[in-house]
């Protein structure tokens, strides 16, 4: 093979054969060895996966491969995050109709969203209404939820409410797009599994290793899937 070769075949234990870049990437590969065990259940490895027959793998482009599926896992991860958080600020709203913004706009006025304690809502409700024209959207937990509206360049101060920040969808929005990012999260999770099973013996051999794989106690496997998820959602 000429020494310009940007890649050399290495001959492994048992009849193992597979293609490495010059580049050392041991440490990424025994990283991508354990998060693809993470994907294979306990009935795969009763199984058996696929061995390594005398074929020619790249791991290198094995590796490039995973790595898009676990950014596209993280991000399907941190988009669940991110809607968990804006329905639990928007279920006080419910189902608000955020339409009336622009028609409040397009009529120059602002529409607002507040929440404050019941007592100072139950304190201040009959001046707020009148000058804000304050209206009460939900009750719980011993908090208010009201808008206001008001002329739309009319500064606003309500020192014994706080402002809210919303998201422009109402819950059942957020809901759907929640169900949604689960289910593609689900996908390339599956995608994943299948990646694992496929090519686990490849990685495996690249790295000198047989047989590494083991069957796990129940409560083991429930806690190294615990500290996988966390370890993801960290980065």
């Keep these: 093979m000429e020494k310009n070769a940007k890649a050399r075949p290495i001959n492994l234990k048992k009849h193992y054969l597979c293609v490495v870049n010059p ?14 065990r993470m994907h294979l ?14 074929s020619l793998a790249d791991v290198s482009l094995l590796y490039a491969e995973w790595t898009s599926l676990c950014d596209t896992e993280q991000r399907q991860m941190e988009r669940i995050a991110e809607l968990d958080g804006d329905i639990a600020r928007m279920e006080p709203w419910g189902d608000y109709p955020m339409a009336r913004i622009d028609q409040f706009s397009q009529q120059g006025r602002s529409l607002r969203f507040w929440r404050c304690t019941q007592t100072q809502y139950e304190g201040h409700w009959p001046q707020w209404s009148e000058s804000f024209g304050a209206d009460l959207v939900s009750q719980r937990d011993g908090f208010c939820y009201f808008t206001t509206v008001t002329p739309i360049d009319a500064p606003l101060s309500i020192p014994e409410a706080h402002p809210i920040d919303i998201t422009p969808s109402p819950v059942s929005t957020l809901i759907m797009l929640q169900t949604r990012a689960k289910d593609s999260l689900r996908q390339v999770q599956l995608q994943m599994g299948d990646f694992s ?39």
Aim: hydrophobic fraction near 35%.
């Design 23 to 36: 580049i050392d990437m041991t440490p990424h590969l025994h990283e991508m060895l354990h998060e693809m």
């Design 197 to 235: 099973l496929q090519h686990y013996r490849e990685v495996e051999a690249a790295l000198g290793l047989t047989d590494t794989l083991r069957i796990p106690s129940r409560r083991h496997r429930l806690m190294r899937t615990l500290r996988y998820f966390i370890s993801k959602i960290k980065r």
């Design 41 to 54: 259940s306990a009935d795969d490895i009763r199984a058996g996966l696929p061995e390594v027959g005398g």
